[in-house]
């Protein structure tokens, strides 16, 4: 929840406030807004890379998925703005999907639960749990934008609304930094997928309600694509 709900909360809020009651200074704060957006992406981007803890890395990719938000909000534009709430549609969805599968991780060694921390835990995942493995991979790639999920469209907009704009500097920042973003995450696929084991994990069964979560978010990240219209009108 901590993860996810703020993100929203503060972007509506802003939204409220510099789009509604402050547009007419747009000039003064879009400038201070797309450099913190800038900031966002690269320093998420680039620290992520170093990461080997599965919480930590997810964490600082969350700040480079920020700052697509702040893009977004930052161009001052009706079409920007509906970018902005199409886009944390759909990071709410692919975020509950990815933290669910790091809570469901939950290794048994010795009577000893505990929850994975490490992304060598997810080593090899796909031959204790292929279904699992095969979401969260969709996940990741989700969130990298790669086609055809759905965050591929919503990453798809932002850049389209960055160049309406005239932000051609802002949206080649925003696609390389996608780019660097998508080396991790294919880092951790690589490592559900292909890594070699001395020691094999352990997990729990997933409860009802886990797995009910991880499905209905899954189908939607895959199918929201064919079909985003609804989301689109939500936005």
Known sequence: IFAIVPKIAVLVLFARIFQNSLFSTVYWWQSIILFCA??????????ALKQRKMKRLIAYSAISHVGYLLIAFGL????????LFFYIFIYMITGICVWSIVMSLESQSNTKISTS???????????????LAITFAIALFSLAGVPPLAGFYAKMQ???????????????IGILSSVISTFY??????TLYFDKVLVWNFYQPINQGKSLVLGLS??????????????SLWA
Request: with cysteine; proline share 3%.
């Open 76 to 83: 001052g534009t009706f079409i920007g703005l509906q970018s």
């Open 158 to 172: 932002i850049f389209l609304a960055s160049v309406e704009s005239c932000m051609f500097f802002i949206a080649t």
């Open 38 to 47: 800038m900031c966002s992406v690269l320093i998420g981007s680039f620290v």
């Open 185 to 190: 995450y294919i880092r951790i696929i690589k």
């Open 218 to 231: 899954f189908f939607l990240i895959v199918l929201l694509f064919l079909s985003p219209n609804l989301f």
């Open 117 to 131: 921390r490490n992304l060598s835990d997810l080593s090899l995942l796909i031959k204790s749990n292929p279904i």
